[in-house]
T-cell receptor, first 114, second 111 residues
């Protein structure tokens, strides 16, 4: 199993550009989520999904869109990039909607918005 | 909302020494995860604690959950360079729909 994979690893955008961060998992996990990690602020939840076709907002959803057309994929779209979106983005998945289950993280995407 | 505070924020120890990292919650802990992160990499799962008083060990790393104190500790015995990195604690929140994370503790091991 590859686990949770993310592409690209690094990305530089100009303000106003749009792009999609890809996330895929091959563990047949129901639950997937996107976090951003910023210095001094820890990891914050952007969006999450409890299954194909079902998504919901996290703590910091503004400026981001998600969709979940398959169990495996959970892309994160930046509609119009802003410097405030410069961050490291992590995708995560777990097997169950219950809390006591290990959550697996991808390697992250480092995004810089100029 | 629940907040997790880790201490210390940064730690430099000599190889071979023992060390402890603490994670304190603002609310009752119903579970606690410990992760390790290296620069440019994702979070690597270390351990999950679910019950008060629970203690788990993996190689030279031991974690405990003290529910009464709303605290967890991570102890590394005889530290090695491979232990260097950022250690993060996380707790289930929002009906377990998300993990709330501490700020992280940056561990440096000097040879």
């Amino acid at each position: 199993n590859a686990g949770v994979t993310q592409t690209p690893k690094f990305q530089v955008l100009k303000t106003g550009q749009s792009m999609t961060l890809q996330c895929a998992q091959d563990m047949n996990h129901e639950y997937m989520s996107w976090y951003r990690q910023d210095p001094g602020m820890g990891l914050r939840l952007i969006h999450y999904s409890v299954g194909a076709g079902i998504t919901d907002q996290g703590e910091v959803p503004n400026g981001y869109n998600v969709s979940r057309s398959t169990t495996e994929d959970f892309p994160l779209r930046l509609l119009s990039a802003a410097p405030s979106q410069t961050s490291v983005y992590f995708c995560a998945s777990r097997n169950s909607l219950r809390g006591g289950v290990t959550q697996y993280f991808g390697p992250g995407t480092r995004l810089t918005v100029l | 909302s629940q907040e997790l505070e880790q201490s210390p924020q940064s730690l430099i120890v000599q190889e071979g020494k023992n060390l402890t990292i603490n994670c304190t919650s603002s609310k009752t802990l119903y579970g606690l995860y410990w992760y390790k992160q290296k620069y440019g990499e994702g979070l690597i799962f270390l351990m999950m604690l679910q019950k008060g008083g629970e203690e788990k060990s993996h190689e030279k790393i031991t974690a405990k959950l003290d529910e009464k104190k709303q605290q967890s500790s991570l102890h590394i015995t005889a530290s090695q360079p491979s232990h260097a990195g950022i250690y993060l604690c996380g707790a289930p929140n929002w009906g377990a729909q998300k993990l709330v994370f501490g700020q992280g503790t940056r561990l440096t091991i000097n040879p």
